[in-house]
């Protein structure tokens, strides 16, 4: 990763090397800029170090998502207080896992289809809904979308 | 056995070295030491004895004492300048800290006392030596087994034991399988345990992360031959795909094994897959959704459509009705 100051945004950006594409070249007198003090480097790079750990309560079917499971922590969050959890938790189990990035937990439980329901917070909720949606219409074809 | 050049290159030098730091050394010993028969430490010290620097002269020869080589004692006489110290490049030195690192995070727990403390005691000199520019490298493995497993696989590894697995595989299908571990593998951001698969008959890559228990047996583990290039994931004769991606699915092309990629005009691409997990597929599909513009054949989208819609149907109960899809 190429952590830099964007001069467009004004803002420090991270580049992953694999997603340059094309040539490379200097522009620019050396020294043209002062080097990054050590906090400001801290700070770019605290992107990429994650936030702190949550949890997330998710409702499983018997037997399946067993990478999950062997995941579980013993936290429990509230989910009876989520409307609607108790009909989904019939027949299903209430497991907790911890995770740092909400999206990356979303791309996760995604792969297990109806196999596991995100109970709370609903901010992995929404991510997962939202990728479940958007390949629910995969099979739509592309011009009746708008992307 | 043929051993490769480099490897036997490798522990003469290390021999001349070590010879250097001690005197008469039985043949015995020093076959111990480096973990080769005496016979084959008689044709190294051969070997070395007709080695040296250009001119190659008697006295530009690597020497021994050869009286107490017909007794079977090895004594370096003249070493030609070979025993100088190791220097590693600022580069090479960064790459020894990298994979001493990386080796204690991914071990650590399943290390013993002793391997430990040789891990511990090389990053600590070499990072030493490194100074400023081991501060450049920053190692951090993804969470990679349960504490559980890892120790497991590093306790069977190093002592040679057969394995129980419990292992889930793309498809969320579990399966107990008995392995015979071979190495760990570590490739982009996964850790693999390469290892044969006594119901398979066959080598195969496990995902560490996937393996969610694992028991050390007492039976040995049998040594498999295992063909150059086992260690790399190639699946073959799998079903052709073809995704049309907006330029911000770049990231499948990082992480996937494509067979070939074609940039369009447009900044968008098309990259040609080949799946043998169809549930691999639908995972990635629904992962991307957001950028995938097309999918040949149609078939393979519609799989995962209709997946992502039995998916959304169990969130019903959850969400204000109207709202499922």
Known sequence: ?147 | MPERAPDRLLRMLGMVAYLDGHDDVPVDDLAAQFGVTPEQVLADVDTLWVTGTPGYLPYDLIDFDASAYERGVVTLVEARGMTRPLRLGGREAVALVAALRAMAASLGPALDDERAAVVRSALDKVTAAAGDAAAAVDVQLPAAATPQAGAAIGEALARGRRLHIRYVDAGDRTSEREVDPIRLVTEDDRTYLLAWCRASHGERLFRVDRIVAADVLETPAEDHPVPEGADVFTPAGGEAVTLHLASQGRWIVETTPAEAVRDLPDGSFEVDLSVVQPAWLRHLLLQAAHTVIDVRPPAVAHDAAAFARRALAAYAPLLPAGEGG
């Open chain 1, 1 to 147: 990763v190429l952590i830099g100051r964007d001069r467009d945004r004004g803002a420090s950006r991270s580049f992953r090397l694999g997603r340059i594409q094309g040539g490379v070249r200097p522009v620019g007198a050396p020294g043209a800029f002062p080097p990054p003090s050590d906090d400001e480097l801290a700070d770019a790079l605290s992107a990429w170090t994650q936030g702190p750990e949550r949890t997330a309560a998710l409702a499983v079917l018997p037997d399946r998502a067993a990478a999950l499971r062997a995941r579980a922590v013993d936290d429990a969050l509230d989910v009876d207080a989520v409307p609607g959890a108790r009909d989904v938790l019939a027949g299903r189990d209430l497991v907790h896992v911890r995770y740092r990035s909400t999206w990356e937990l979303a791309e996760e439980i995604v792969g297990y289809g109806a196999a596991v329901v995100v109970l709370a917070p609903t901010g992995v909720q929404d991510a997962v809904l939202d990728l479940l949606r958007t390949a629910s219409r995969l099979d739509i074809p592309a011009e009746v979308v708008d992307a």
